[in-house]
């Protein structure tokens, strides 16, 4: 790829797949610039040195995260269809590289607050679909919380996440959920059909 049509995008992907494999200490310039095929030129003319990239990596990853959980909650005004994109969304995600994320988030404060925020946004998300469904406020809340818990623990099981279990898990917490609350009321909408996916 020409150095010159590389982008900051292209660094935080990169940057990605390096804190996927091996942490925040394997991302260095050297690494970057190697995964990358350009010179530490390239580099520089974008980040002012390998801090100053891992703060912009952490500030992108948190605004991105939250802007698909936004986007994707505000796209679907049907709160039971609204719980089946976020499931896939959270199945969908960089499981490996926010494993990375959360370690580095127990040595700095900052990756911790950033952390803490866009957790805080996806179990926000979860209960506001759960009360518009016409679960109690505070078993709403659990869920969102529950649904955070849920996707921490898988991301933790194995080296490589079980992305079919952890859907397994999200639709068994889901129908425990409309069975308890809402007996009588709307179901999984694309459980079967997430399955497949």
């Known amino acids: 790829m020409a150095a010159e049509a590389l982008g900051k995008q292209d660094y935080f992907d990169a940057g990605m797949e390096l804190l996927a494999h091996g942490g925040v200490r394997s991302v260095t310039i050297a690494r970057l610039c190697a995964a990358l095929g350009v010179t530490k030129g390239s ?17 992108h990853w948190a605004t991105e995260r939250q802007q698909q959980v936004l986007v994707a909650a505000d796209a679907v005004a049907d709160p039971m269809r609204r719980l089946d994109v976020l ?11 926010e494993v ?6 127990r040595t700095d404060s900052a990756a911790w607050q950033v952390r803490e925020k866009v957790d805080a946004a996806r179990g926000h998300t979860v209960a506001q679909a759960y009360r518009e469904i016409g679960v109690p406020a505070d078993v709403a809340e659990t869920l969102g919380r529950l649904g955070v818990a849920v996707l921490v623990g898988s991301q933790h099981r194995s080296e490589v996440t079980d ?10 917490l889901h129908e425990m959920t409309m069975a308890t609350y809402l007996p009588d009321g ?11 996916s």
Do not use: N
Request: charged fraction near 25%; proline fraction near 2%; avoid cysteine.
């Open 163 to 172: 992305r079919t279990a952890l859907r397994e898990l999200y639709i068994r």
């Open 43 to 59: 580099f520089y003319h974008h980040f002012r040195g390998v801090d100053d990239f891992t703060a912009q990596l952490l500030t």
């Open 100 to 105: 990375a994320i959360r370690a580095w988030s």
């Open 87 to 97: 499931r896939e969304f959270a199945v969908a995600l960089h499981h490996e590289a």
């Open 186 to 196: 709307p179901r999984v909408g694309s459980a079967s059909e997430g399955k497949s």
